[in-house]
């Protein structure tokens, strides 16, 4: 027979479990008045919940209202897509050589994410209580301003002429996208740090999307 301490320690890490989303072991679901884990589950309603679960983020990251929409159920696969998306696109297209190519979607790849790395490392030892991909997730998730505003700029770009007024149109899109990345980032992750150094973490947000947009805006 277990002890009571036994028992309340299972307890608690079934609640623990109940409350993550992503676990590899899975939340126990119920179906047909049975419980299995999402390991018994077929493979294409565990990637559609997972794209699902990706979509919600990207609507809170768009309209954000709910401040711990991204830092409650946290993942890194939407920050993976939009860096695949920026440093896919960004490569030169001139560039004949597939070596080259390969570089800079690595160079772009890398300075993303260590840019986001290097951002939530300074949020944390400035006394920020958020987990370490709480932050990356939600710096990652706030690319997606950027990420349309680049898409439209594509599309434009396969319209018209590269002219100034085309130059002009494209800085406004990317400022935009700027701007929302920075106010999606800031909402997530302002509650987090101390009210004293708020200014210190909100600083390299800004200069992590500035970096970003400059390639986007010079990209041709």
Not at 41 to 51: G, M, Q
Not at 92 to 113: H, K, P, S, Y
Not at 184 to 202: C, D, H, I, N
Request: charged share 15%; aromatic share 12%; proline share 4%.
């Amino acid at each position: 027979m277990e002890s009571p301490d036994a028992l309340l320690y299972q307890k608690t890490d079934d609640s623990a479990i109940d409350g993550l989303e992503g676990e590899i072991a899975g939340s126990p679901i119920r179906k047909d008045n049975a419980e299995y884990h999402t390991l018994d589950e077929p493979v294409k309603d565990t990637i559609l919940r997972d794209l699902k679960a990706v979509g919600t983020k990207f609507f809170h990251v768009l309209y954000p209202k709910e401040k711990k929409a991204l830092l409650k159920d946290w993942d890194l696969w939407g920050p993976l897509i939009l860096c695949v998306f920026l440093a896919a696109t960004l490569q030169n297209e001139g560039t004949d050589n597939i070596n080259d190519n390969g570089l800079q979607f690595a160079e772009i790849f890398f300075i993303v994410w260590v840019g986001a790395i290097v951002v939530t490392i300074n949020s944390k030892l400035l006394g920020g209580n958020i987990s370490f991909f709480q932050s990356v997730c939600v710096l990652g998730y706030c690319l997606l301003a950027p990420s349309i505003a680049l898409l439209i700029c594509l599309f434009l770009d396969a319209i018209f002429n590269n002219t100034l007024a085309l130059f002009i149109l494209r800085f406004l899109l990317v400022s935009a996208g700027f701007v929302w990345a920075i106010i999606g980032a800031t909402v997530f992750l302002g509650e987090s740090q101390p009210p004293k150094r708020k200014a210190l973490a909100v600083y390299p947000i800004f200069l992590f999307y500035f970096v970003v947009c400059w390639m986007i805006i010079s990209h041709a």
